[in-house]
């Protein structure tokens, strides 16, 4: 079992920038994938960055150029910078830890960014 614990989100202006944070414990593994994923209501989940251990990232066109996720150095916790920040990101944003071992999912609690004037 791996728990997930997620930090950051909150209300911010148009234009302005927040940091989600993600902590992974209990069953982790060095080989895994971290990412992001954001529901809106009444739409399906969006894959919004995820990083592979060793390195490799990828982002949803709609936030190129915008987010940027990373790592700590031990791999255990993941961060989403978000700049310039709009309304259309305003959404619940979930942290997801894919185990390559054990073939499964594990999801975070969710955090709220709200982006308005």
């Known amino acids: 079992q791996v728990h997930l614990v997620e930090y950051g989100g909150g209300l911010v202006q148009p234009g302005g920038s927040l940091t989600l944070s993600c902590t992974a414990s209990?069953?982790?593994?060095?080989?895994?994938?971290m990412g992001w994923f954001r529901q809106a209501p009444g739409r399906q989940r969006e894959l919004v960055a995820s990083s592979v251990s060793g390195g490799v990232t990828s982002y949803a066109d709609s936030v190129k150029g915008r987010f940027t996720i990373s790592r700590e150095y031990d791999g255990n916790t993941e961060y989403l910078q978000m700049n310039n920040l709009r309304p259309g990101d305003t959404t619940v944003y979930f942290c997801i830890y894919k185990h390559m071992i054990l073939h499964q999912d594990y999801w975070g609690q969710g955090t709220r960014v709200s982006v308005s004037s």
């Open positions: 209990g069953s982790i593994v060095s080989r895994n994938v």
